[in-house]
Each structure stands twice: as structure tokens, then as C-alpha cells.
């Protein structure tokens, strides 16, 4: 596994990507040139070692609902190769390529289900207005686009989902 450190020196040998830092110490890497809405190459690049590529125009690999494949445990080959592809397929406009799916699940509005970590802490995780909100009591802590994001990131975090 390449270290974070490794990575990030891996994807600043492409010129054509902005590196642009994150939360949590992590980086993203944005490809301003993209012929496509997506323009985020590398996502949450992190000191833990883990990170995505984006992969969702290319066939082979295993994406996750964003296009996003995990390159936790690439090799610097791995790592490359996709890189490559990725950046080539966003500089490839192809009017007949699927777009990424982006179907939402339907969720009620107002579903939320608490976390608790070691400490004894409690977060409320909330499906308000299309956006899953993370509060702490009344206070908001973040916001996420999907749940699996948010749940990505509580996880991390040390929390897991209470039991009712």
C-alpha cells in the first residue's frame, strides 16, 4: 500500500490537476479541463491511506454510486493506470457515454438515525431538503450529499449506528 505521502507525490506529477485540500487533512485533485460536469479526478485523499479515483465513463472497474473506485491498496502501476484513464475519459467528450447514475434513493424527509462512538458521544444523522445533515444536539456539524458519504465519514470518525 502506498503511503499517503506517496499518493499525493504520485498525483502532483500530473500538471493538469488542482490539488485543492479538504477536511479531515484529506486532499481532492480537480481536472479544470474536463469536457464533462465531473471534474473531480482523485477524492479525499487521506493520511489513513484511503482515497477514490473517479472511473465512472471507464469499464472494468468497480465503482461505487459516485463513479468512484477505492484505491486504498493500489500499487503505484495501479494507481497510475487509472489516473491515465480517468483523465482521458474526461478530456474524451463522447455525447453517446452514459452519464454516471445519480439516482437518489427515495428517502423521507425528516429520517434520521443516531451514532455514538466510544466516548459515549451522540451525533443525529438527518435527510432534510435532498441533503443528510450531521448534528451535534441542536448544532450543525456538516452536510453530505449522500448517506453513504456521510456514513463514510462517521465511520472514520469512530462512530457507529446506535441500536434502537
Not at 36 to 45: G, M, P
Not at 63 to 73: A, E, F, H, Y
Not at 134 to 149: I, K, P, R, S
Amino acid at each position: 500500500m502506498l503511503t499517503f505521502e506517496q499518493k499525493l507525490a504520485i498525483l502532483d506529477s500530473y500538471p493538469q490537476l488542482e490539488a485543492r485540500k479538504v477536511s479531515l487533512g484529506r486532499v481532492n485533485y480537480h481536472l479544470e479541463q474536463s469536457r464533462h460536469d465531473k471534474k473531480t479526478v482523485a477524492s479525499h485523499i487521506h493520511p489513513n491511506g484511503n482515497g477514490f479515483v473517479y472511473a465512472g465513463l471507464l469499464r472494468g472497474y468497480e465503482t461505487d454510486d459516485k463513479g468512484m473506485v477505492n484505491i486504498r491498496d493500489y500499487s503505484e502501476d495501479q494507481l497510475r493506470e487509472l489516473l491515465d484513464a480517468s483523465i482521458h475519459s474526461l478530456l474524451t467528450y463522447i455525447p453517446e457515454a452514459p452519464a454516471p447514475s445519480r439516482r437518489k434513493k427515495k428517502t423521507p424527509a425528516g429520517a434520521a438515525s443516531l451514532w455514538k462512538n466510544a466516548d459515549g458521544h451522540t451525533l443525529s444523522l438527518k435527510f432534510e431538503e435532498d441533503l443528510w445533515y450531521l448534528y451535534a444536539g441542536l448544532h450543525l456539524e456538516m452536510a453530505f450529499e449522500t448517506e453513504g458519504e456521510a456514513e463514510e465519514y462517521l465511520a472514520e470518525e469512530g462512530f457507529a449506528r446506535a441500536e434502537d
